[in-house]
């Protein structure tokens, strides 16, 4: 297929090589291959980096593997393989025609898409709505996952930023959500507590991929999916199931999450407290690309340590996170 030209924000950008630009551009992503593989008759995207015990990277709504942009090289040298996935729907993987957005649905896929890779077992990590997939691939699938980390994931409680909350409703969401009106401080804001030095390098590849013709539609049919006016749906809350999980569970946050609160972290410890929990100061929701090398020390360190199994059940990190209940987040439907 040639490049194609679109022009976001004034910005031009070429659909086919603007990953790869960025890529060069900044110097990260380096060891990533861009593959394709064919899942139940969706094309998949995939970047695939390293040797060694697979790690699976699930990103949230309306973006793409860009999420981890700043952690596939640093896993990878870890002594791990990474595979960083465009979910279906997303970025540059196709359509799921036969399929809906249900988080259940997608940690499904996540286990079709490993099995046709030939991988049997395989670590996961997910950001945002892609925290609330890899949490239900681990329980759904006990006897594949060996490890789970969630970062600043939905799933640990109701309490959602009201655009998210906003967009759920029918017609109203069509009008309030209208991605080609976000600007380089829109997303910054949304993102971010302080946007990295780099955020110029990446911003085309993040608005492109909100941009392309369907992703708006995908990005609704997400949202609805998961999330009514109450904020997450009580039926993918995770609170009540975490006590059977049987992979070990890292739970990272921003401090300054303004989509869902870091307050729910302590959740997340109350439910299972066996598992490792940071908050990390200064950071919004995407503290993998905010606060790269200190998320990617506690990310390496917890994948790399000897499973409970063989060294007894890991200590709880550092939280400076408050009470469950924080008030409601601000902030817009960037997740």
């Known amino acids: 297929m040639g490049a194609v030209g679109v022009g976001i924000g004034g910005v031009g950008w070429d659909m086919d090589l603007g990953l790869w630009g960025m890529m060069a551009g900044t110097g990260l992503m380096q060891r990533a291959r861009i593959e394709d593989l064919l899942v139940g008759g969706i094309n998949v995207r995939y970047a695939?980096?390293?040797?060694?015990?697979?790690?699976l990277l699930v990103h949230g709504?309306?973006?793409?593997m860009i999420t981890w942009h700043c952690n596939i090289d640093a896993v990878a040298d870890?002594?791990?393989?990474?595979?960083?996935?465009?979910?279906?729907?997303?970025?540059?993987?196709?359509?799921?025609v036969h399929l809906d957005y249900a988080p259940d649905t997608a940690a499904h896929f996540l286990a079709d898409f490993t099995a046709e890779l030939g991988v049997e077992r395989f670590s996961v990590v997910g950001n945002s709505a892609g925290g609330l997939i890899a949490g239900l691939t681990a329980l759904e699938y006990p006897e594949r996952v060996e490890k789970v980390a969630l970062v600043c994931p939905a799933g640990l409680g109701r309490r959602l930023s009201w655009p998210l909350r906003l967009i759920s409703i029918p017609v109203v969401g069509e009008l309030i959500y209208q991605p080609r009106m976000l600007g380089k401080a829109a997303v910054a804001r949304r993102i971010f507590y302080r946007p990295p030095d780099f955020l110029d390098d990446i911003l085309p590849e993040m608005l492109r991929v909100r941009c392309l013709p369907h992703a708006p539609h995908v990005?609704?049919?997400?949202?609805?999916?998961?999330?009514?006016?109450?904020?997450?749906r009580p039926e993918h809350n995770l609170l009540g199931r975490l006590g059977g999980l049987r992979a070990p569970l890292l739970t990272v946050w921003g401090e300054e999450d303004t989509i869902i609160p870091a307050a729910q972290a302590e959740n997340a410890r109350l439910a299972l407290p066996g598992s490792t929990i940071h908050t990390i100061p200064e950071c919004g929701h995407w503290p993998q690309m905010e606060k790269p090398e200190?998320?990617?020390r506690i990310l390496t360190g917890f994948l790399s340590q000897t499973l409970p199994s063989e060294s007894g059940p890991s200590e709880s990190g550092p939280s400076e996170s408050g009470p469950s209940e924080s008030g409601p987040s601000e902030s817009g439907p960037v997740a």
């Open 78 to 96: 870890a002594g791990f393989t990474v595979i960083a996935i465009d979910l279906p729907g997303y970025g540059d993987s196709g359509l799921p």
């Open 61 to 64: 709504l309306a973006t793409s």
């Open 294 to 296: 200190q998320f990617n």
């Open 48 to 55: 695939v980096a390293g040797e060694g015990p697979v790690v």
């Open 219 to 232: 990005m609704l049919q997400s949202v609805r999916s998961g999330v009514n006016l109450m904020g997450l």
